[in-house]
């Protein structure tokens, strides 16, 4: 199913509340299990919590479904994602007790290139990110107190620090990571037992999946976001950042 998100809930707190809240459970969580980081977040926020996925696979939706069935789980629609990437949208919306909320840029990809000129990503790429995933996201959030995603501490250094409960000072939210403290291997296990459902990319040497125009393969020895923004210096598209 695919609908704006819910956003009811539990009630609204201030945002002193929701960071003092954040940093507590940041303490107390860090060595729970991601169900039980889930359950958490599911009692303290109920329905003003969201999973958000790239659909580079479905593991936090999963994991979250658990806890809260019918969780919105929040879809960021570039305009330049691989087929492959929308289609493991759609299978999730189909077959999980999800509700997919998906967000899309205010300018479609022909405005914005009418606006800054075509190919925005390879000569900007942080202005492209800022229009097409950091603007809706913000938007897109405003209904929620506390987002869930699916960082990973191994997945590179900038995300090494990542709480598996922390505060965004930027969005005034709480972030749970609650799968922060797994490695490849612990996802590997996860999706074997439960089936849950990946991008098809991940087989075909993509060991990370964002936008078309900026995503390569990697090499075996590789960072496994290395195929993301590769020979620009960039890492990340500012949404954890």
């Given at each position: 199913?695919?609908?704006?998100?819910?956003?009811?809930?539990?009630?609204?707190?201030?945002?002193?509340?929701?960071?003092?809240?954040?940093?507590?459970a940041?303490?107390?969580?860090e060595?729970a299990s991601?169900?039980?980081?889930?359950?958490?977040?599911?009692?303290?926020?109920?329905?003003r919590?969201?999973?958000?996925?790239s659909m580079?696979?479905a593991?936090?939706a999963?994991l979250?479904s658990?806890?809260?069935?019918?969780?919105?789980?929040?879809?960021?629609d570039?305009?330049y994602h691989?087929?492959?990437?929308?289609?493991t949208?759609?299978?999730?919306?189909?077959?999980?007790?999800?509700?997919v909320v998906t967000?899309?840029p205010?300018?479609?990809?022909a405005?914005?290139?009418?606006e800054?000129?075509?190919?925005?990503?390879?000569r900007?790429?942080?202005?492209?990110?800022?229009?097409?995933?950091?603007?809706?996201?913000e938007?897109?959030?405003?209904?929620?107190?506390?987002?869930?995603?699916?960082?990973?501490?191994?997945?590179s250094?900038?995300?090494a620090g990542?709480?598996?409960?922390?505060w965004?000072p930027?969005?005034r939210?709480?972030?749970?990571?609650?799968?922060?403290r797994?490695?490849?291997?612990?996802?590997?296990?996860?999706?074997?037992e439960?089936g849950?459902?990946?991008?098809p990319l991940?087989w075909d040497?993509?060991?990370?999946?964002?936008?078309?125009?900026?995503?390569?393969?990697?090499?075996?020895?590789?960072?496994?976001?290395a195929?993301r923004?590769?020979?620009?210096g960039?890492?990340?598209c500012?949404l954890?950042?």
């Open positions: 199913m695919s609908s704006t998100g819910s956003g009811t809930g539990t009630g609204r707190r201030s945002a002193e509340e929701l960071e003092a809240l954040a940093l507590r940041g303490r107390d969580l060595e991601p169900q039980e980081v889930l359950r958490w977040a599911a009692g303290t926020f109920g329905r919590l969201c999973v958000t996925s580079e696979d593991v936090v999963h979250a658990t806890a809260l069935p019918g969780i919105d789980v929040v879809f960021l570039t305009g691989f087929p492959e990437t929308i289609g949208r759609d299978a999730v919306a189909a077959v999980m007790p999800v509700n967000l899309t205010r300018r479609t990809v405005e914005q290139d009418a800054h000129g075509p190919r925005l990503h390879d900007d790429p942080d202005l492209c990110c800022a229009l097409r995933k950091v603007e809706p996201l938007r897109g959030l405003a209904a929620y107190d506390a987002w869930a995603t699916g960082l990973r501490r191994d997945e250094p900038t995300r990542t709480p598996v409960v922390g965004d930027k969005r939210k709480v972030k749970v990571a609650p799968i922060a797994w490695t490849q291997d612990d996802v590997d296990a996860y999706v074997a439960h849950v459902l990946l991008n991940l040497g993509y060991s990370s999946v964002g936008c078309a125009p900026c995503t390569r393969r990697t090499a075996d020895g590789e960072d496994a976001r195929g923004w590769a020979g620009t960039k890492t990340e500012g954890h950042t």
